[in-house]
């Protein structure tokens, strides 16, 4: 609901069905069962692992060296700041050493404070989603601790020694830095796909640049680890190369996520017409064809008022999600603002592009976003445009499919239109 809805419900004494503040609530009730049990397990391991640990200090020592090298690290990235869409932060580096040389209970702390300081000193997000987070990488460190301490009882009291006396323990070290990384990408990508159960389970697991970080975060964080049983004060000639590292790494994502539209994760405009300008130009070179969609939701404003801006979110990222699904992985795919996207299409003639088209707004069709008062459902009109049949280049292929999404709005919306057919001209006599 809006807020003048929730005045007015408020004014006739029915309750709201969401608490004002519990955004979890208005999410698919598969996700909120989910995201419950993650993070009652993990509070319940807390507890009785912490009232059963012995108090040792330098087990405590050690905690907390690695803690404030943590804090060192997000204080340092701190004024590159972390938007939308940037989503690796290398603290796996400080999180995974304790996992290693510490008893479970300290790798199931350990992600509290470090994101508590994120969501308050680098960027808020959604509270449910930061605490479900921090709970999936707790439950990821406690498995890496067992596992690892199952070979190598007590790192820190053996010193460096462990690692050359005892045959298995590297390799162990490094099987458990893995079942972190594992358990850690599948808790989450379960609840990713539990949100949006028409993403693909690729797009939610793994790609080539995720798995090279996540070996990047594996390899520093058994380095950290071993330099911690050699010596605490080594941590600080490790200190710095890991912030170093996680700068680049923040600098790297930060010009990424300049290129893309933060709310849905597609191309923006300007990033869109660059690389449609780069496909246009190879089109040319051949005879290959090339299409060009522009897709629009229909009555998004209703959408907005009916269920509130929040739920208007989640249908262009529905939205989003679906073109994204349903394209091929070299097709162009940006949003140009509001509710409108665009999608170019090489090599795609006339029937394929009407037919992608057809496809794309028969799945459109069939979502439907969880809100406080039901589902949100949605349309959309789609206008297509060709290469050579439409227009020469990028500023004519826009007017016509533009020109084709106006004759699909005026006919009723839901439904795919191309150009109108240009009348013949005149013959000279």
């Given at each position: 609901m809006t807020a003048v809805h929730q005045s007015a419900a408020g004014s006739r004494g029915d309750v709201p069905r969401t608490p004002p503040g519990w955004p979890l609530l208005?999410?698919?009730?598969?996700?909120?069962?989910?995201?419950?049990?993650?993070?009652?397990?993990?509070?319940?391991?807390?507890?009785?692992?912490g009232a059963?640990?012995?108090?040792?200090?330098?087990?405590?020592?050690?905690?907390?060296?690695?803690?404030?090298?943590?804090?060192?690290?997000?204080?340092?990235?701190?004024?590159?700041?972390?938007?939308?869409?940037?989503?690796?932060?290398?603290?796996?580096?400080?999180?995974l050493p304790a996992a290693l040389l510490l008893p479970p209970f300290y790798a199931l702390l350990?992600?509290?404070?470090?994101?508590?300081?994120?969501?308050?000193?680098?960027?808020?997000t959604l509270l449910?989603?930061?605490?479900?987070?921090?709970s999936a990488l707790g439950l990821a460190g406690a498995a890496a601790s067992v596992v690892f301490h199952l070979v190598v009882p007590d790192p820190l009291d053996s010193g460096v020694d462990w690692v050359v006396e005892i045959p298995a323990a590297l390799l162990t070290a490094i099987a458990a830095a893995v079942l972190f990384i594992v358990v850690n990408t599948g808790l989450v990508a379960v609840a990713a796909h539990s949100a949006a159960p028409e993403t693909r389970w690729r797009e939610v697991l793994w790609n080539r640049e995720s798995l090279t970080l996540d070996i990047v975060e594996l390899c520093v964080g058994v380095i950290v680890a071993i330099t911690c049983t050699d010596s605490l004060?080594?941590?600080?000639?490790?200190?710095?190369?890991?912030?170093?590292?996680?700068?680049?790494?923040?600098?790297?994502?930060?010009?990424?996520?300049?290129?893309?539209?933060?709310?849905?994760?597609?191309?923006?405009a300007a990033a869109w017409q660059r690389e449609a300008d780069t496909e246009l130009s190879r089109a040319r070179r051949t005879t290959v064809p090339l299409a060009v969609l522009i897709i629009d939701i229909d009555h998004f404003k209703r959408v907005n008022d009916t269920h509130g801006h929040l739920v208007g979110d989640q249908v262009l990222i529905a939205v989003a999600n679906t073109l994204v699904s349903q394209l091929r992985d070299y097709d162009v795919v940006g949003r140009f603002g509001g509710e409108e996207f665009v999608a170019l299409l090489p090599g795609a003639d006339t029937v394929e592009a009407c037919r992608v088209a057809e496809r794309l707004r028969n799945r459109v069709r069939r979502l439907a976003v969880p809100a406080e008062d039901?589902?949100?459902?949605?349309?959309?009109?789609?206008?297509?445009?060709?290469?050579?049949?439409?227009?020469?280049?990028?500023?004519?292929?826009?007017a016509a499919a533009d020109l084709a999404l106006y004759r699909a709005k005026e006919s009723g919306r839901d439904r795919v239109c191309l150009p109108a057919a240009r009348p013949n001209p005149p013959q000279p006599v």
């Open positions: 208005t999410q698919p009730v598969a996700l909120v069962g989910y995201v419950v049990a993650v993070v009652a397990l993990h509070l319940a391991l807390v507890i009785e692992q059963h640990i012995p108090f040792r200090p330098n087990h405590v020592i050690t905690f907390v060296t690695l803690l404030a090298c943590g804090t060192v690290c997000i204080e340092a990235s701190r004024r590159l700041g972390m938007p939308a869409g940037v989503a690796r932060d290398l603290l796996s580096a400080w999180w350990m992600p509290i404070p470090l994101q508590a300081l994120l969501q308050f000193r680098v960027r808020r449910y989603r930061r605490v479900f987070v921090t004060g080594l941590l600080v000639l490790a200190l710095p190369p890991v912030v170093l590292l996680q700068r680049s790494l923040l600098h790297q994502q930060l010009q990424a996520a300049a290129r893309t539209d933060a709310k849905t994760g597609l191309l923006n039901g589902t949100a459902t949605v349309t959309i009109s789609v206008g297509v445009s060709l290469f050579r049949t439409h227009g020469q280049d990028l500023i004519e292929l826009m």
